[in-house]
């Protein structure tokens, strides 16, 4: 049989086909079509514009990954942040943070929150411990649930993630009238001198936030502006933990050079 049998054949198979074909039902052609395996077309437009979307996604990533330099945040800011017991160094911090919010959710005393705007774009919604919220415990559980150990566990009885320390707010520094930090402490890290000015023992201070949690400093000073509070935790300095807890500044002296 001829090719040009074969298309004659073939065109009245069809022709027949659509003289019986019931009503809805697709022509043989669109079947044809339909049954054919898809076949990409690649001319030289479609080339273009595909490596032009994939050099336009690298360069989105490279933009992404400048705009976070150029957002470091307050660098003072991010110096007085305290992590959750337990964190590895900053740098190695940021690398295994997933910011998953899973030592967040679990902490039962809502002392852990998220970093903000302020403290630049790669710290953000990175979890740090806001003692105006809650008060850390060292109960662990934030070490626990971390997936990726950017929260390693900790002895309880020896961890430290800062340093009470009071400020030109304290109450007690003016009139000695305020004892609340030193009533609610749980370590007895804080004593009362002659004249009723709470004194922070540097070497029982864990920096658990319970005295910066229940000061009234500024509930009784609502006039002064400002949100820092009368006693504050400050964060050890770099290594101080592994060495001993060393403060950030002797906190006698810095009692007797604010209460002079």
Request: proline share 6%; aromatic share 4%.
């Given at each position: ?7 004659k054949c073939e065109a ?14 697709p022509p043989v052609e ?160 804080i004593t009362l001198n ?67």
């Open positions: 049989m001829t090719e040009k049998q074969d298309e009245a198979v069809e022709e027949r086909s659509e003289a019986f074909r019931a009503p809805g039902q669109a079947e044809r079509h339909a049954a054919e395996p898809h076949v990409l077309k690649t001319d030289r437009r479609s080339l273009l514009k595909g490596t032009a979307a994939g050099v336009g996604g690298i360069a989105f990533l490279f933009a992404l990954g400048a705009g976070a330099a150029l957002v470091p945040g307050d660098p003072a800011r991010a110096e007085t942040r305290i992590r959750p017991p337990g964190s590895v160094p900053e740098d190695e911090f940021l690398a295994r943070c997933l910011k998953c919010d899973r030592c967040r959710g679990v902490c039962h005393t809502d002392v852990i929150g998220m970093a903000d705007w302020a403290d630049g774009l790669v710290r953000l919604r990175t979890p740090v411990l806001d003692f105006r919220l809650g008060h850390c415990d060292f109960c662990g559980k934030c070490a626990d649930v971390c997936p990726t150990g950017a929260i390693e566990p900790f002895e309880k009885e020896t961890e430290k993630v800062g340093l009470a320390e009071l400020t030109d707010r304290c109450i007690a520094l003016r009139t000695g009238a305020c004892r609340v930090c030193y009533e609610k402490c749980p370590y007895d890290a002659s004249q009723n000015v709470p004194v922070i023992d540097s070497q029982i201070c864990n920096g658990c936030g319970l005295c910066e949690k229940v000061c009234p400093a500024n509930v009784f000073q609502a006039y002064r502006t400002g949100r820092e509070r009368g006693i504050v935790v400050r964060p050890l300095k770099r290594g101080a933990a592994a060495a001993g807890a060393e403060a950030p500044a002797s906190t006698d002296e810095t009692t007797k050079r604010r209460a002079s």
